[in-house]
């Protein structure tokens, strides 16, 4: 008959035991309560004694309430040291299942020496039962792992962790500091239920090995680790899909950047403030565009950092003969069809449904009213290059704007 009760703690007491918590086949530091409680759950399923063993052959938990197993240790002279070398051999070594008796031992963990050891004993198909106990541990193992995971990539990318931190933190959760690994912002007009990240977990999250969490309201980031051949290309492309998801669900006004991949952990947030400037780079002068690369900025990214005194002196060059704002609809669409089409009149033409001799005339004022002919490549790119910081300069005075607003002041800062 089965000890129960009292019986049960005398019957372990010449095993190491753990009262810590520990890392099962992965990351996250799981409480030794937490194991007891899932290997209790599993024995009332199973009707099987549990114990399960660390890599070094000490048991981190075990089911409470009877002690067949430990009957069963004690009858094969598996006690105390005994024990332990016995397990410590097992993690150490290839065989993944073992039997001794009327003991069931069941590796989980890939690696040697890092392994954890399940064993069992009752009635029926003890290996069979101890394999489902793996699968049950593993699933609870990984939504521990998650949890961990998610909180240190966010502490991580917000410059919430110290630089020595970092290092000791990633060991303990296992995690692999000199991969690459891409951060990606996902920016929506307004989300107040957090749609976002119910829409990509399923894909993106956890389940498939990425970290998603929410940076600030209506901003996402998802960290993902990167293959060998995964370049920018691919990380477009990945950008691409995600938006398509969102945009499935009825969230149309969804926009994706990402920074250029870190290749050790401490170099993340530098990646995730580079995905905010292409973010905010890419929507002043790429506005068409849903998907943002920090490195495909190209001369926005120069521009943006520009200061503003520099921009504003520029475009007093530039538009010394009119105001930008005094350029309607008709004149920016024409400037920039001509620029896409490498200053070709008659493909401008072409592509505007206009006659060429219309573009031609629209041209002339232009240069008539600006004193710059675009023809030329010399006053095109001034033309260019001044319309996109006057574009960078009226944002960072409608952020300016807001600020003052909301601290109550209303002067007008726009001056040429």
């Known amino acids: 008959m089965a000890k129960t009760g009292e019986d049960a703690a005398g019957a372990v007491s010449s095993f190491p035991l753990i009262e810590t918590g520990e890392r099962l086949g992965g990351n996250s530091l799981i409480p030794k309560k937490a194991l007891k409680h899932m290997l209790e759950e599993i024995r009332r399923a199973s009707g099987l004694s549990l114990a399960l063993f660390g890599p070094g052959g000490e048991i981190l938990a075990f089911s409470e309430g009877e002690t067949k197993l430990f009957d069963e240790l004690e009858k094969e002279k598996l006690t105390s040291d005994a024990c332990r070398e016995y397990v410590r051999a097992m993690a150490e070594g290839e065989e993944r299942e073992k039997q001794k008796g009327n003991i069931s031992f069941l590796k989980l963990g890939?690696?040697?020496?890092?392994?954890?050891?399940?064993?069992?004993?009752?009635?029926?198909?003890?290996?069979?039962?101890?394999?489902?106990?793996?699968?049950?541990?593993?699933?609870?193992?990984?939504?521990?792992?998650?949890?961990?995971?998610?909180?240190?990539?966010?502490?991580?990318?917000?410059?919430?962790?110290?630089?020595?931190?970092?290092?000791?933190?990633?060991?303990?959760?296992?995690?692999?500091?000199?991969?690459?690994?891409?951060?990606?912002?996902?920016?929506?007009?307004?989300?107040?239920?957090?749609?976002v990240l119910d829409i990509l977990r399923p894909l993106y999250g956890e389940p498939a090995g990425g970290v998603l969490f929410k940076a600030e309201p209506g901003a996402y980031v998802y960290v993902r680790t990167l293959r060998d051949r995964e370049d920018t290309d691919r990380l477009e492309e990945i950008g691409r899909n995600m938006i398509d998801v969102i945009n499935t669900e009825g969230m149309q006004d969804a926009y994706l950047s990402f920074g250029t991949p870190a290749g050790d952990l401490s170099l993340l947030s530098r990646s995730y403030e580079e995905a905010w400037i292409a973010m905010k780079a890419g929507r002043i002068f790429f506005r068409e565009k849903h998907v943002i690369s920090y490195d495909r900025l190209g001369i926005g990214r120069l521009i943006y950092s520009l200061p503003m005194a520099l921009?504003?002196?520029?475009?007093?060059?530039?538009?010394?003969?009119?105001?930008?704002?005094?350029?309607?609809?008709?004149?920016?669409?024409?400037?920039?069809?001509?620029?896409?089409?490498?200053?070709?009149?008659?493909?401008?033409?072409?592509?505007?449904?206009?006659?060429?001799?219309?573009?031609?005339?629209?041209?002339?004022?232009?240069?008539?009213?600006?004193?710059?002919?675009?023809?030329?490549?010399?006053?095109?790119?001034?033309?260019?290059?001044?319309?996109?910081?006057?574009?960078?300069?009226?944002e960072k005075e409608q952020e300016e704007e807001k600020e003052r607003r909301s601290d109550g002041r209303s002067d007008v800062q726009y001056r040429q």
């Open 110 to 195: 890939e690696g040697r020496g890092d392994s954890f050891v399940l064993a069992g004993a009752g009635q029926g198909d003890v290996p069979t039962c101890l394999r489902l106990s793996a699968l049950s541990l593993g699933a609870f193992s990984r939504k521990e792992d998650s949890c961990d995971r998610g909180s240190f990539f966010r502490r991580l990318i917000l410059g919430m962790l110290l630089p020595k931190e970092i290092p000791e933190q990633a060991r303990q959760l296992r995690l692999d500091s000199g991969a690459r690994r891409a951060v990606f912002l996902v920016k929506v007009k307004e989300d107040s239920r957090d749609t």
């Open 311 to 394: 921009c504003r002196q520029f475009l007093r060059e530039v538009f010394a003969l009119a105001d930008p704002r005094e350029l309607d609809e008709e004149a920016l669409t024409t400037i920039r069809q001509f620029f896409d089409d490498s200053l070709n009149v008659a493909e401008t033409a072409r592509h505007l449904y206009i006659h060429r001799n219309t573009l031609v005339y629209r041209l002339d004022k232009l240069q008539k009213s600006l004193g710059l002919n675009i023809r030329n490549f010399d006053d095109a790119m001034m033309l260019r290059l001044g319309l996109m910081v006057y574009e960078y300069v009226r």
